[in-house]
C-alpha cells in the first residue's frame, strides 16, 4: 500500500498521476465470427449476421489490447452502455469463461 511518508512512494505517486490523463481504446466486444470473403462481399441491406454469443451472455470490455471486466449491454438515455458485472483476472484471455 501505498504511504505518503517516504520518498520512493512519492515518485511511485507522481509516476501514476503522470499516466492517469492517457487516453486508451475501451472495446466492447459483441461477438466475432469467420466469414469468407465472397459472403462478405454479398452482404445486402437486411442480411443477419449470426455470432456466438447469446443474448445476456457477459460481453468482453478490452482496454489496451487487454480483457480488462465483463458486462453486459445496457441502454441509458438512448445510448448503448456497458454495466461492468465481473472484473477480470490478469491471466484471462478475450473469449475464455471462468469455471
Known amino acids: 500500500m501505498l504511504g505518503f511518508d517516504n520518498k520512493d512512494d512519492d515518485e511511485v505517486l507522481h509516476s501514476i ?14 461477438g466475432r465470427t469467420e ?4 459472403n462478405v462481399l454479398n452482404l445486402k441491406k437486411g442480411n ?5 454469443k447469446i443474448v445476456g451472455e457477459p460481453m468482453d470490455i478490452v482496454v489496451g489490447n487487454r480483457l480488462m471486466a465483463r458486462g453486459e449491454i445496457v441502454v441509458v438515455n438512448e445510448r448503448y452502455g ?10 484471462e484471455k478475450i473469449g475464455e469463461r471462468r469455471e
Open 48 to 52: 443477419i449476421v449470426v455470432f456466438e
Open 17 to 30: 498521476k503522470f499516466i492517469e490523463d492517457v487516453p486508451l481504446l475501451m472495446i466492447v466486444e459483441i
Open 82 to 91: 456497458v454495466r461492468i458485472s465481473e472484473v477480470t483476472r490478469p491471466e
Open 35 to 38: 466469414m469468407e470473403v465472397q
